[in-house]
């Protein structure tokens, strides 16, 4: 099982839809969550991070998370065509650690 | 300004032949790390170091080396023994309790 799991996509969503986006993960004892933005051909950069169980809210971002079923997941209200890139969820134990990500597409 | 820098951005390697790669961070960051990404893949770990003189495998290390003499500095060797190097490389440093901020990146083709 690889250590970090996300919806491999890519996802295609109009513009002003919301855009879902799931992972998870296997240790049970991972404390952050920090979910990255990249765009082609340049560096992630950081959209949300979460630490706590329930719901965190950043403008037309929410991240949530359940420790329990660990599971994060980020939402993207209201979607642009800038939001098109690919989302890097990454989770912290004893290093840090990436999933696959998943592509964004938003059509205008 | 604080950041985090790679260098050479664009680098070509020979056959055969060992190749460095720079990263430096001036955020007084204990842990660093080094992430190979392949076209239309997640970041893969290659190295990570949390303290000085002290750096672990990651999932890919296999024909890479790093090491850690300064806290400001983590230089990933390319070395022969890898045999498909060409991927863009990132460079990502982290205070323990914060995020991961990273550099720029390194794109290196085999010629």
């Known amino acids: 099982q690889k250590e970090v799991e996300q919806n491999s996509g890519p996802l295609s969503v109009p513009e002003g839809a919301i855009a879902s986006l799931n992972c998870t993960y296997s240790?049970?004892?991972?404390?952050?969550f920090f979910w990255y933005r990249q765009y082609s051909g340049k560096s992630p950069e950081l959209i949300m991070f979460?630490?706590?169980?329930g719901d965190k809210e950043d403008g037309r971002f929410t991240a949530q998370l359940n420790k329990a079923s660990q599971y994060v997941s980020l939402l993207i209200r209201d979607s642009q065509p800038s939001d098109s890139a690919t989302y890097l969820c990454?989770?912290?134990?004893?290093?840090?650690?990436f999933g696959a990500g998943t592509t964004v597409t938003v059509r205008a | 300004d604080g950041g985090i820098t790679q260098s050479p951005k664009y680098l070509f390697r020979k056959e055969g032949q060992n190749v460095t790669l720079s990263c430096e961070q001036n955020?007084?960051?204990?842990?660093m790390y080094w992430y190979r990404q392949d076209p239309g893949q997640g970041l893969r770990l290659i190295y990570y170091?949390?303290?000085?003189?002290?750096?672990q495998k990651g999932d890919i290390a296999e024909g890479y080396s790093v090491s850690r003499e300064k806290k400001e500095s983590f230089p990933l060797t390319v070395t022969s023994a890898q045999k498909n190097p060409t991927a863009f490389y990132l460079c990502?440093?982290?205070?323990?309790?914060?995020?991961?901020?990273f550099g720029q990146g390194t794109r290196l083709t085999v010629v």
């Open positions: 979460i630490y706590s169980n």
């Open positions: 955020l007084n960051h204990d842990a």
């Open positions: 240790d049970r004892g991972s404390q952050s």
């Open positions: 990454a989770v912290v134990d004893y290093k840090l650690s």
């Open positions: 170091s949390q303290i000085v003189n002290d750096f």
């Open positions: 990502a440093s982290r205070d323990r309790t914060y995020e991961a901020f």
